[in-house]
């Protein structure tokens, strides 16, 4: 049915009571499916995600924080999606800390634990497709047809007939209408935008060099300042003397903090400089921190305690005790590692009398609230946090040890301060991952099937040392009081519906996909007081070593291929069995190489990922040197292709840097690395070829900002396994 002609007085008629945008608030659980609101003004409350102005510009929140993982482009592809426009026609912008953002796997708003696609995968395209709906409805009304006849196009709206509304005509019709609650999402098959090849929308701002991160934050009248911390953990500042810099005109003031001594100048160089003339006088702790003192702590441990089961399938124990061959036995120990992101620590902050603006690059603006309410006069809803770009985070922006430690120079200073850390505070002042120590058994029958398989890991928990800032977050409506009081509650319930088990330890080791006849992992606590944080791929990053290890060392007690013996074990995972078959074929397991190169592989599930690698490398003068990576990832559905890729690259990378150079070593209390020249990254002249191939699958979306990496250790162990007959149990490799 044609409908009536499109007049200016159509629409003038539809909007008279209104001149505002249109604004879709949803849940991160669902919907809202109430009637959207708008002030007294016709504007629409931002309360939202989704805001489309009285133009038709559409701009989108992110509520997950773009560290170089890709969620700028990844959850914008799925609005655009939705909305049926080009991703590009979107505008961006990063949420501050607010309740509706909250990452709904963990109750904080936090990016971590590669869930931002996955999380969002339906809540996001449903919230988008709402606004799709209520456009088109508004179109419908305006032309006098049925609002299935209208098809909303790259922000026009057409008709069965042919006419057509551009967004702005109709959207101060749409925004008088509820939100649908379970709107049409989408088919596969109708995808515009997702799964196809696209460029990053941050790519251009990098490249021009636009991209605000937080060490570009820059507001008027702000002076810069560095701190001077205690050369071993634990230990507190006595005094400190600073009079000599009272004479340098850009000597602004020299502050105690908590966690030193805060100098402050008009320049960063010149606060750096000026700090070296500070005298400090530091209460140092009797016994020292050292690694040496760590792994003693983690062996004894091991022997003394059996440790919590976290998973259990038969009796294992009883199984070797009863086979007909003697147990293999292995023990591993996995090094404290930095995160070293290229972007160091920094934060500018303004506390005032009322408020607290802070500028950063934080993977968890709600936990900097409470990092910066902890050390000022002010609440959680008076602290302000203005997201930037992440120069990389891997988990150690999670922790907000220096926007804390920025705002409490700035109230000591009375103006806004920024803080900026050198590589030599980042590198010794980290939240290091764990070290661990794993003592694994397994039996083997003759005819190759593992009869038992045991796994005993030792290691601190990393929620010990988050949950003091995490809690409090959790709960922002609690006074400050009683911010100890939640940390300790939060330790206390661990397990529970409350505070859920932490797995940082174990995760990778307890759910292997294998199919062992009996088995039992377990875990002891042991903790020497290095502070601990989120390393990228948690627990999966040395468990996925240590098992696919032993999977190898296994496969060699029975005589078989360690791929063919793999595969056995996966008869009823097809999933992880697929991309073991798919990097074995891409990257010619079995086939003759050159003189010299060997090669292993690997795989391992994580973050709802299955990925599996081949590497070829060889060995000569003791120098290890990888030549070819050739990766499989099933991630479920793709949303983009090339950042999968990028992702995957970014793991092995990630990794093999670890494996071959990653160490942080603890002596007299503190760490000897300093900077990259003991803490080495990859060289461009180091890094392999890689191959990544993609399952193509119609799985929901998993992770891939972390997946790509735990297998890497192992495949290259178990070539170098082949190449010097030495089975390594312990990263970073180092070739006698």
């Not at 990063?94 to 708003?109: M, T």
């Not at 804390?404 to 991952?433: H, Q, T």
């Not at 080495?680 to 890094?687: I, K, W, Y």
Request: overall charge negative; charged content about 25%.
């Amino acid at each position: 049915m044609k409908g009536p002609a499109i007049t200016r007085r159509n629409l003038l008629v539809g909007a008279a009571s209104t001149t505002g945008g249109l604004a879709v608030a949803f849940s991160m659980t669902g919907c809202a499916n109430t009637a959207s609101k708008m002030d007294e003004a016709g504007k629409w409350s931002p309360n939202a995600w989704l805001d489309i102005s009285p133009e038709g510009k559409v701009v989108f929140t992110l509520d997950r924080v773009e560290m170089g993982q890709g969620t700028y482009t990844g959850l914008t592809t799925l609005i655009a999606e939705e909305l049926n426009q080009s991703p590009d026609t979107i505008e961006v912008k990063f949420a501050g800390a607010a309740q509706q953002y909250r990452n709904p796997d963990y109750g904080l708003q936090i990016t971590g634990g590669s869930n931002s696609l996955s999380s969002a995968w339906k809540p996001i395209r449903v919230a988008a497709a709402a606004v799709r709906e209520m456009l088109e409805k508004a179109a419908a009304d305006t032309f006098g047809v049925d609002a299935s006849s209208v098809v909303l196009f790259d922000g026009v709206l057409t008709n069965d007939a042919g006419q057509t509304l551009n967004i702005s005509e109709v959207i101060a019709i749409a925004a008088k209408q509820s939100v649908p609650s379970e709107p049409a999402l989408k088919a596969k098959q109708d995808f515009r935008f997702i799964g196809k090849h696209s460029s990053r929308l941050d790519a251009a701002a990098k490249v021009q060099g636009t991209a605000n991160f937080g060490i570009d934050a820059s507001v008027d009248d702000m002076v810069f300042a560095v701190v001077l911390r205690s050369p071993a953990i634990s230990g507190r500042l006595k005094s400190f003397d600073a009079s000599e810099l009272n004479a340098d005109k850009d000597f602004i003031g020299a502050y105690q903090i908590d966690t030193g001594v805060a100098v402050v100048a008009t320049s960063y160089w010149k606060a750096r400089k000026l700090s070296e003339k500070v005298s400090l006088d530091w209460d140092l702790p009797q016994e020292l921190i050292s690694t040496k003192a760590a792994f003693e702590l983690y062996r004894d441990a091991a022997s003394k305690d059996d440790g919590d089961v976290v998973r259990e399938v038969g009796d294992a124990q009883e199984a070797i005790d009863n086979s007909s061959n003697d147990a293999i036995e292995l023990e591993f120990e996995m090094p404290f590692l930095a995160h070293a992101t290229m972007e160091p620590m920094n934060c500018l902050a303004h506390v005032q009398e009322d408020r607290a603006d802070i500028w950063a690059s934080t993977q968890g603006p709600d936990i900097a609230q409470v990092s910066v309410a902890k050390v000022t006069h002010l609440d959680l809803d008076e602290v302000h946090i203005h997201n930037q770009f992440i120069g990389g985070g891997f988990g150690r922006r999670l922790n907000q040890d220096f926007i804390g430690e920025a705002a409490e120079i700035s109230m000591a200073a009375k103006r806004p301060v920024k803080l900026v850390w050198s590589r030599e505070d980042d590198m010794k002042n980290d939240f290091y991952r764990p070290a661990t120590f794993h003592r694994l058994q397994a039996s083997v029958s003759d005819s190759g099937e593992v009869e038992a398989w045991k796994h005993h890991v030792v290691g601190p928990g990393v929620m010990d040392w988050y949950i003091w800032d995490a809690a409090p977050a959790m709960f922002p409506s609690s006074p400050k009081f009683m911010f100890p009081m939640l940390g300790k509650m939060g330790l206390a319930t661990q397990g529970t519906p409350m505070t859920p088990a932490d797995r940082s330890a174990y995760e990778g080791a307890d759910d292997l996909e294998y199919e062992f006849k009996a088995q039992e992992i377990s875990y002891s606590k042991a903790d020497i007081g290095v502070p601990v944080g989120y390393w990228r791929a948690v627990g999966h990053s040395h468990n996925g070593f240590v098992t696919e290890t032993f999977v190898d060392a296994c496969a060699e007690k029975a005589g078989k291929d360690e791929l063919a013996f793999r595969l056995d074990l996966l008869k009823n995972q097809p999933r992880l069995a697929s991309v073991l078959k798919l990097a074995a074929e891409k990257g010619g397991w079995g086939a003759e190489r050159p003189q010299g190169r060997y090669v292993g592989i690997a795989a391992h599930k994580s973050f709802g990922s299955y990925v599996a690698e081949l590497v070829e490398l060889s060995v000569e003068s003791g120098q290890i040197r990888v030549h070819k990576v050739v990766c499989a990832v099933d991630c479920g559905q793709v949303v983009n292709p090339d950042i999968v890729k990028m992702q995957m690259e970014s793991c092995i990378v990630f990794g093999i840097t670890a494996a071959l150079h990653g160490e942080i070593e603890f002596v007299d209390g503190g760490a000897a690395q300093s900077n990259f020249h003991d803490y080495q990254m990859l060289r461009m002249n180091e890094c392999p070829e890689i191959d990544v191939h993609i399952v193509d699958s119609a799985e929901s979306p998993t992770g891939v900002g972390e997946p790509g990496l735990p297998p890497i250790a192992a495949a290259m162990g178990s070539a170098i396994y082949k190449a010097t007959g030495t089975r390594h149990t312990r990263l970073p490799f180092k070739i006698s």
